[in-house]
C-alpha cells in the first residue's frame, strides 16, 4: 500500500520493463495471509484480496493482480473455458490446474454434459479465502457433487493420473504466471507454477488428455511490445502436440493483452474454429451467466491476431 492523490490505499504492481500500474482500493486489504507448500521444498505464497475502486473484489497472489470481479471476471474466464469447451469432442471430465478462485470450475460445471471436474489447487488458502470472500466467483459450486477439490501440487497429482491411466476431455491450465525478474518478480525469484512450465510439465498435461482430448492455458502477455513469454510456451506446446493456436483478450486490470494457447492432438485436422453448430450446440448444454459475453463473432476476434504475432 502507499498514497496517491492524498488516497492512502493504492495497490501498485510491475507489469514491464518500464511499466507499473497502480489500482485504487476502498480501504485495507480485506484480507492478507502468507502460506506455505511443504511439496514445493517449503515455497510461500502472500495472499491478498481486496475492493478496488474501479473493479470491485479481487484476488492478488504476491504481488500480482489475479482475477477482479464483474464482467471482467466473465471476459476472462469465457475466453479462458469457452473455446476449448467449443472444440473438444466431449466435455465429460475436466482437469482444471490451479483456478482455485472459482470461475474456472463454475464455468466448466454450467455445462449439462461435465460428469466429473478436478480441480487441483495447491493453495487452501486462496481456495477457502475466495469462497467467503468473493463467493460471485465460485457462485455456489463449492457444493456440486461433480467437483472434486484437490489441494495439492498438481505435478505430484498428474503424475498418479498418468500411472493410473485416467485422462479427461478438457485440460484447463490456469496457473500463476512463471517467475520472470523482469514483468514478474515473485519474492523467492521463482513461482508456485514454474516447474509445470516445462517440457515435462507439459509432457504431463498431454499425457493426461483422451486421445482427441483439448488443453488450454493462459500464456501471459502476448503484444507487439511483449510476446517473448508466450512464444517460448508455444514452441514448447509445438514439441508436444499436433495442433497449437495462440488467442489472447484485453484485460484492463492487469493492463495488457492476456493471452492463451489451446492444443490438441487430434488424429485429424483440427481448429478451435467458430463453426455456428458447434457455438450452438455447445450453448444448447450451457446454464451459465456468461453467454451474454461470447459469441461466433467474438471468439473469432480472440483468434485474430496482427502479423507480427501469428508466429
Not at 495442433?243 to 492476456?258: K, P, T
Request: hydrophobic share 40%; net charge negative; glycine share 10%.
Amino acid at each position: 500500500m502507499f498514497e496517491l492523490y492524498g488516497w492512502p490505499y493504492w495497490h501498485l504492481e510491475k507489469s514491464g520493463k518500464g511499466r507499473a500500474i497502480a489500482h485504487r482500493l476502498e480501504g485495507p486489504w480485506l484480507f492478507e495471509g502468507e502460506e506455505v507448500f511443504p511439496e514445493l521444498g517449503g515455497m510461500t505464497q502472500k495472499v491478498h484480496i481486496g475492493d478496488f475502486t474501479d473493479f470491485g473484489l479481487a484476488l492478488v497472489i504476491d504481488g500480482m493482480s489475479q482475477l477482479p470481479g464483474g464482467r471482467l471476471e466473465g471476459i476472462y474466464t469465457s475466453a479462458l473455458i469457452f473455446p476449448a469447451a467449443m472444440s473438444a469432442p466431449s466435455r465429460r471430465r475436466w482437469l482444471i490446474a490451479g483456478g482455485g478462485d472459482g470461475p474456472a470450475p463454475r464455468e466448466a460445471l454450467s455445462f449439462r454434459d461435465t460428469e466429473h471436474v478436478k480441480l487441483v489447487d495447491i493453495s487452501p488458502m486462496v481456495i477457502r479465502e475466495t469462497q467467503r470472500l468473493i463467493p460471485g466467483f465460485w457462485g455456489g459450486c463449492e457444493t456440486d457433487p461433480r467437483l472434486e477439490i484437490v489441494t495439492r501440487d498438481v505435478f505430484a497429482v498428474m503424475r498418479e493420473m498418468v500411472e493410473a491411466g485416467e485422462k479427461v476431455d478438457i485440460l484447463v491450465s490456469d496457473l500463476v504466471d512463471p517467475a520472470d525478474e523482469e514483468y514478474t518478480p515473485f519474492q523467492q525469484g521463482e513461482s508456485s507454477g514454474d516447474h509445470l512450465y516445462t517440457p515435462e510439465g507439459i509432457r504431463l498435461f498431454a499425457d493426461c488428455l483422451a486421445p482427441d482430448g483439448v488443453f488450454v492455458m493462459q500464456a501471459q502477455e502476448l503484444s507487439l511490445i511483449r510476446y517473448d513469454g508466450h512464444l517460448r510456451l508455444r514452441r514448447m506446446l509445438k514439441e508436444i502436440f499436433r495442433h497449437v493456436y495462440s488467442y489472447r483478450v484485453l484485460i484492463e486490470f492487469f493492463g495488457y493483452w492476456e493471452s492463451f494457447l489451446i492444443a490438441s492432438n487430434h488424429r485429424w485436422a483440427w481448429a478451435p474454429v467458430a463453426e455456428f453448430s458447434r457455438y450452438h450446440a455447445m450453448r444448447k448444454t450451457y446454464g451459465g451467466s456468461l453467454g451474454e459475453l461470447y459469441s461466433p463473432e467474438v471468439h473469432e476476434a480472440l483468434f485474430t491476431l496482427p502479423p507480427m504475432l501469428q508466429i
